[in-house]
């Protein structure tokens, strides 16, 4: 059964501190995504990462890819509580039984940064 | 930017009626695809679709149907609504190995 798992689902940090969120999968694939989803809103594309050893960075948030592991970790630097939504990975099956750009979604990191 | 229009933001049916939910894009994608959302279970996929006329089933794909008779139009229908489909509908596009640019969704209740 192909999964996607993230830890944590919940995670409440201070302003100021790092933190860093896992995202977990059973595939081999090398394709994979970061979403952003604020409340009552829908799915903001944050990061793609196509490669072992992909490391994309946008402001205070960095994602990277290993392959190998089937790991892949979204790190958040000298949080900010503009940063609080839900985060998402998802994994593309492409090759596994699935079309090109089908992705199977983990189940989200929901963030919440406080003064 | 990709625009992906949902017709509905908020729509609200009775059990039994026949739903449909609309689902534009204009950047030409050849993917597009329906999703529900539900707090603790995340995105499940329910249809998708890769070209125009052909169709995938996803993961939930029990008590819908879709079409999909034009390259930018994804309908999603809920043959019979019950109340057990109330949730947030999320219609997606895509192209190639890129990401899936999502609509703003529609929050279906159905009474």
């Known amino acids: 059964e192909l999964k996607v798992e993230q830890n944590p689902l919940f995670l409440s940090m201070q302003e100021g501190k790092n933190y860093t969120i896992y995202c977990n999968y059973s595939t081999t694939s090398d394709r994979l995504y970061w979403y952003r989803q604020d409340p009552g809103k829908s799915l903001e594309s944050l990061f793609v990462l196509l490669s072992n050893g992909a490391v994309k960075q946008e402001g205070r948030l960095m994602a990277s890819l290993d392959t190998k592991a089937r790991l892949s970790t979204l790190h958040i630097t000298a949080a900010v509580h503009d940063l609080s939504a839900t985060y998402f990975c998802?994994?593309?099956?492409w090759g596994y039984g699935g079309s090109q750009g089908n992705l199977i979604f983990g189940k989200g990191t929901k963030l919440s940064v406080k003064p | 930017d990709v625009k992906v229009t949902q017709s509905s933001r908020y729509l609200v049916k009775r059990t039994g009626e026949k739903v449909f939910l609309e689902c534009v894009q204009d950047m030409d994608h050849e993917n597009m695809f329906w999703y529900r959302q539900d707090p603790g279970l995340g995105l499940r996929l329910i249809y998708f679709?890769?070209?125009?006329?052909?169709?995938e089933k996803g993961d939930i794909p029990e008590g819908y149907s879709v079409s999909r008779e034009k390259k930018e139009r994804f309908s999603l229908i809920l043959e019979s609504a019950s109340t057990n489909q109330t949730s947030m509908y999320l219609c997606a596009s895509s192209t190639g190995n890129q990401p899936q640019h999502f609509g703003d969704g529609t929050r279906l209740s159905i009474l």
């Open positions: 679709s890769y070209d125009v006329k052909m169709k």
């Open positions: 998802a994994v593309d099956i």
